[in-house]
């Protein structure tokens, strides 16, 4: 069987990396392979599947087996041949007897060679399949690390916003105090405080909800106060065309794989259920070590052994169909695995053809909350500037720190959903996220 080595390699990290104050990505993704009951019932399944191709392997080498017995016999009359001199056998009534044979398939119609090639096929569907459950739980930590960034951050932003606009209401007081403002004014004022405040509480419940599903996915105590220390980077690109990126996925996607190394065990399959239409024939062979011997004539109330070696033929003449029922169903079950391998390649092209679009677009959306970030920032910039100048109010300056503060914001979730889609796009062509 072609050896095939194992892609996972499980980290050694210790319980107290929980207590660091600091988590990157590398090690939340070591963390959550390492705990992962997921991961562990892959490996069980990749174990059993490999026992397995073992198991029909060891059907081609003969198989040895012992027996041994002994019989309390009944009493019964001497025999005598009545001659001259007559001649008496003696009743024996301890029988002993051990036997030690073999047995080697010789030819069994193929079944044999088809069951090892379909375990073996099974065994690497096994295999890609535990690769694929690795690359999706890889796939939800870094989404569930950025989303818990993104939560972190948006919070912290909409809590200085609040401190802006609480002076913006304050700022509305002052001036309707003073005749110069409307209480509509100020009435506004509060309502902008008022959604900013439900901003921040909906980014608190984000938060949390957030956190607990990052700790749940790499498996650390809710306890734990873990601070991210990976930040987003904008440089995130996949510069191919959406026809290179099918083709990628049409080979790299491990959905792809299994399915193949499914139809291919489902074709062994056929084979095996025509086996029935062939005889079996076998190698066959012993030693006997018995008391008395039945070989030796006349019996001998003695241990003596003989051996016997022969070649022995099976044929199923009638079965009532039950070969071609088996070869009927196997095949129609090969057809259905074709079907759904067409069925595959339709839904894996719309999944990757979304994301690619959604990737570029996400980049686009990027390029314009960087253009607005900017914007803002020099709208303050001026702002103060004029406000040195007593051409502008405080109330100006504070709108203009608002709006800078929500260009942050809508940056912060424009490169998230960026490197998101990124993982997603790269997870649905078929790419291993562990060594991304």
Do not use: C
Request: hydrophobic share 40%; proline share 3%; no cysteine.
């Amino acid at each position: 069987m072609k050896q095939i080595k194992l892609l996972i390699i499980p980290f050694i990290i210790s319980h107290s990396l929980f207590a660091q104050t600091k988590l990157s990505l590398n090690e939340a993704i070591q963390l959550g392979l390492k705990n992962n009951k997921s991961i562990q019932n892959s490996l069980l399944k990749k174990d059993i599947a490999e026992n397995k191709v073992k198991e029909v392997g060891s059907q081609f080498f003969p198989s040895l087996k012992l027996n041994a017995q002994y019989n309390r016999l009944s009493e019964v009359d001497k025999f005598i041949i009545p001659l001259q001199t007559p001649v008496e056998f003696p009743v024996i009534l301890n029988s002993y007897s051990s036997r030690i044979y073999f047995q080697q398939p010789i030819f069994t119609g193929f079944k044999l060679s088809s069951l090892s090639k379909s375990s073996e096929h099974i065994f690497n569907a096994t295999f890609s399949e535990m690769e694929k459950e690795t690359n999706e739980i890889v796939l939800n930590i870094i989404i569930a690390y950025w989303n818990l960034f993104r939560a972190i951050e948006n919070q912290k932003l909409l809590e200085e916003n609040i401190v802006l606009v609480k002076s913006l209401v304050l700022d509305s007081e002052n001036l309707l105090k003073q005749g110069l403002s409307t209480a509509n004014d100020l009435l506004k004022s509060k309502l902008h405080l008022s959604s900013v405040e439900l901003q921040a509480n909906n980014a608190k419940n984000n938060l949390i909800l957030s956190e607990l599903v990052f700790k749940k996915l790499i498996s650390a105590e809710n306890k734990h106060d873990l601070t991210l220390n990976d930040k987003p980077s904008e440089n995130v690109n996949i510069d191919l065309e959406i026809d290179k990126i099918f083709l990628e996925a049409n080979q790299n996607r491990k959905d792809f794989k299994i399915t193949n190394e499914r139809i291919l065990s489902a074709e062994t399959q056929i084979t095996s259920a025509k086996s029935n239409w062939y005889p079996n024939i076998y190698l066959l062979g012993g030693y006997n070590y018995s008391r008395p011997n039945p070989r030796i004539f006349p019996a001998k109330d003695e241990a003596k052994g003989t051996w016997d070696i022969g070649i022995s033929m099976q044929f199923e003449i009638w079965n009532n169909f039950n070969s071609n029922y088996q070869i009927e169903s196997s095949e129609l079950q090969h057809q259905q695995l074709i079907n759904s391998k067409e069925l595959l390649r339709n839904s894996i092209e719309i999944e990757v053809a979304s994301n690619y679009l959604n990737f570029n677009q996400l980049k686009k959306n990027l390029e314009y909350a960087n253009l607005s970030l900017e914007q803002a920032a020099e709208n303050l910039r001026s702002t103060k500037a004029k406000k040195i100048s007593g051409l502008v109010s405080g109330s100006e300056i504070i709108n203009a720190e608002i709006l800078l503060q929500q260009s942050k914001i809508n940056k912060i979730n424009s490169v998230v959903d960026l490197i998101i889609t990124e993982a997603k796009l790269k997870n649905s062509i078929g790419r291993n996220l562990v060594n991304e």
